[in-house]
């Protein structure tokens, strides 16, 4: 059963906007971080946005502030990775995740602290 499902994605122009969604299948799964990384082509998963489930707070990898935006709506379980002025660098598979609170800039980026995963959805910019 899939306990997060992602949506969204797809293939852009540099310069262009892609949105990502994340369904938790129920409250359970959608735990107090939520959460995307990213794993381009040779290359570790790594960070790129977070978002507390209770407050709102966020943080963002250094090399997406200002474009992408990461929300979440409560009543259904769900949160969004709005990407704008896309460059051919973001081209990777996006993972969103779900854990536990997470405090630390250092914890929030550490991908093995999450205990929900999403299938993975391909983003591609083209210059």
């Known amino acids: 059963q899939v306990q997060l499902a992602q949506s969204g994605g797809g293939s852009v122009q540099s310069g262009g906007s892609l949105r990502l969604s994340c369904a938790a299948a129920?409250?359970?799964?959608?735990?107090?971080?939520l959460a995307w990384f990213r794993q381009g082509p040779g290359k570790e998963r790594e960070f790129v946005a977070a978002?507390?489930?209770?407050?709102?707070?966020?943080k963002y990898a250094d090399s997406v502030k200002d474009r992408f935006t990461i929300t979440r709506d409560n009543s259904e379980y769900t949160w969004s990775l709005q990407m704008n002025n896309l460059e051919v660098e973001d081209t990777a598979v996006y993972y969103c995740?779900?854990?536990?609170?997470?405090?630390?800039?250092?914890?929030?980026?550490?991908?093995?602290?999450?205990?929900?995963w999403g299938q993975g959805t391909q983003v591609t910019v083209s210059s």
């Open positions: 995740a779900t854990g536990p609170p997470l405090y630390r800039d250092v914890d929030l980026k550490r991908a093995a602290l999450y205990n929900y």
């Open positions: 129920e409250r359970t799964f959608a735990s107090s971080t």
């Open positions: 978002i507390t489930w209770r407050v709102g707070t966020t």
